[in-house]
């Protein structure tokens, strides 16, 4: 069978299994967009190439399956490099396509030329210029494999305008063989002996969990191995659903802004079992003073992580759900099963201690009537369906929504975290409401974040793609304000955003939406529940809050964790 390039491209997306794909046309990439017309393939229309990327960011982080957008050369090429960097921090299966200038143009400055592999290499596992349309179907093959296999992440495939229009017999690879990339998925099991072995003589041990869980599909063997152990659980910004909040052992969120009791128990653990978490700064704090009387187990996809920040007592490459279940089996045989469990009700003791002196906090009665973020999120959490899937940008509202969310379910988070961009959760959580049409999908969003990427809301209008916007206005840029005020002397500088420029009520009207906006704690509830019941366009709740708030605990840039700053005492959260 001959098909054009641009044919055997779409063919071999539709033998992938990609059932929807975010992006925006243009000149290098037309001819790829004819056979779309004729595919079951659905194309949703971005208003801005970024959103094309973060939809398709949204879609992997909802349904751990890769994420697909198209754009085309040059310009186009360059707007998506930020959801490439963005995926690439946070290991998000993505595959890119863009279109570039024909073969013969590379390199002459043509018109929308760019160096988009150049430009990718550093910020993608790997990208293909494609020079024959005979590659195509085997090209797409490797994309997939790769950004999907071992530490999952995106991908990019250039595709020459002449290349498109070439005509190539139609085949499709029966398997993918890469020579030199072979992800190890077992763990040792030497290292997993010698791992059981440290768990059951650990007195004061913490399971530190990262996003890799929920990229392994991880949930159900970490539960498994947590009711085994009886071991306190952290989950970091990434990793948040991946043990449920409601679990007795659940410490929710460590690090910068996380809670009291998550960041002292790594402190004081003496053993910490990371699984699937790179030891981020954010996490650490000052490296030197993290965790300083705790041996280390690291799990590991990635080996270039092992050591990278922390050197572990025991180092192990793998999968993390096949390690964990690995580990559970080993916990039972050999010299490990032979061994007592250590006494841990000491520490689960304390634990519960730290927990009743220092909760997460806020005013929740303020004598000047002013909303409160924490409220806002906590009710919205209250009145949503159970597993409800919430996105966030990135700021101060990204730390409230993931401290006074409840998060009981994997895959019902999503975020950006290592790159923190901002302008992500409008987007994302589009691309994770088309995937998961069956969820209820709010996002929590900052004024300004709002205003980088909203142009998206016209998007989700046009599909009718019903996203909720829980809008968070301050007026300012938050979290730099908060920083001013607390390490610059309050020398706010360029920070002040306006709270009614724009009118975000009229600007979501304009744009599709229903709008509402709420200005005291009363009209909190009936606004959300009223947004609940509408479901066939997109809506957004602008809640103005109270700009004076900061996001406590904090542990201020380059201390120790010790340093954690709790803010004022006000009654725990509920």
């Known amino acids: 069978m001959k098909l054009t390039g641009a044919q055997a491209l779409i063919k071999s997306l539709e033998m992938q299994g990609v059932e929807v794909m975010f992006g925006l046309p243009g000149g290098a990439i037309l001819p790829v967009y004819d056979p779309i017309i004729d595919s079951p393939i659905r194309h949703i229309l971005v208003r801005h190439e970024q959103g094309a990327g973060h939809m398709a960011e949204g879609y992997a982080q909802a349904t751990n399956k890769p994420g697909v957008a198209m ?42 030329e760019a160096d988009t592999t150049g430009i ?15 590659e195509l179907p085997e090209v797409v093959a490797e994309a997939f494999h790769v950004a999907t296999t071992g530490r999952p992440g995106p991908v990019l495939i250039d595709l020459p305008k002449d290349v498109s229009n070439q005509m190539m017999d139609w085949y499709w690879p029966e398997i993918v063989d890469l020579p030199g990339y072979k992800p190890n998925t077992k763990g040792h099991p030497r290292s997993i002996a010698s791992a059981a072995r440290m768990i059951k003589e650990a007195s004061r041990p913490v399971f530190y969990v990262g996003g890799g869980v929920l990229k392994a599909n991880g949930s159900a063997a970490l539960a498994a191995l947590v009711a085994k152990t009886g071991i306190p659980v952290v989950t970091t910004l990434m990793a948040r659903g991946a043990f449920p909040d409601d679990h007795p052992l659940c410490l929710a969120m460590p690090g910068m802004h996380g809670n009291y009791t998550a960041v002292t128990a790594m402190q004081k653990a003496d053993l910490l079992i990371a699984l699937g978490a790179r030891f981020d700064d954010r996490v650490t704090g000052k490296v030197s003073g993290f965790a ?22 025991v180092p ?20 490990a099963g032979e061994m007592p469990q250590a006494d841990l009700e000491g520490w689960i003791r304390q634990i519960q201690a730290w927990q009743e002196l220092n909760p997460l906090s806020y005013d929740r009665d303020p004598s000047d009537g002013s909303l409160k973020p924490q409220y806002v999120v906590e009710t919205l959490s209250s009145l949503t369906p159970d597993g409800t899937i919430l996105a966030s940008g990135v700021g101060q509202h990204q730390m409230w929504a993931s401290q006074y969310w409840r998060f009981n379910h994997p895959n019902t988070w999503v975020n950006s975290g290592g790159l923190g961009t901002m302008g992500y959760a409008i987007p994302a959580a589009i691309g994770a409401k088309v995937g998961r049409p069956d969820k209820m999908v709010w996002a929590v969003d900052g004024d300004g974040c709002f205003q980088m990427t909203a ?4 998007t989700a209008s046009a599909e009718r793609i019903p996203v909720k916007i829980a809008l968070l206005n301050n007026a300012y840029l938050g979290m730099v304000r908060q920083w001013q005020e607390m390490f610059y002397q309050e020398r706010y500088s360029e ?28 009209e909190v509830a009936p606004a959300i529940e009223k947004a609940n019941e509408i479901n066939d366009k997109p809506v957004v ?4 809050i109270d700009s004076r708030e900061k996001v406590f605990p904090m542990v201020p840039s380059g201390a120790s964790n010790d340093e954690i700053v709790l803010g004022p005492k006000y009654g725990g959260a509920s």
């Open 71 to 112: 754009v085309t050369s040059g310009p186009a090429a360059t707007n998506i490099v930020t959801p490439l960097a963005n995926a690439y921090m946070d290991s998000t299966p993505m595959v890119v396509i863009t279109g570039q200038v024909a073969t013969s143009s590379i390199g002459t400055d043509a018109f929308q």
């Open 120 to 134: 990718t290499m550093s910020i993608t596992k790997h990208n293909w210029l494609v020079t024959d349309a005979s």
């Open 292 to 313: 300083p009387g705790a041996k280390i187990i690291h799990v590991d996809i990635d080996p270039a992580e092992l050591g990278k920040v922390r050197k572990p007592d």
């Open 316 to 335: 192990i490459v793998g999968d993390v759900r096949l390690v964990i279940e690995d580990l559970i089996e080993a916990l039972d045989r050999g010299e």
């Open 455 to 458: 142009q998206e809301l016209v």
């Open 495 to 522: 920070v002040y955003l306006s709270p009614d420029l724009p009118d975000y009520v009229k600007w979501a009207e304009a744009m599709g939406c229903v709008a509402f906006r709420v200005e005291s704690q009363e």
């Open 541 to 544: 709740i602008e809640f103005r």
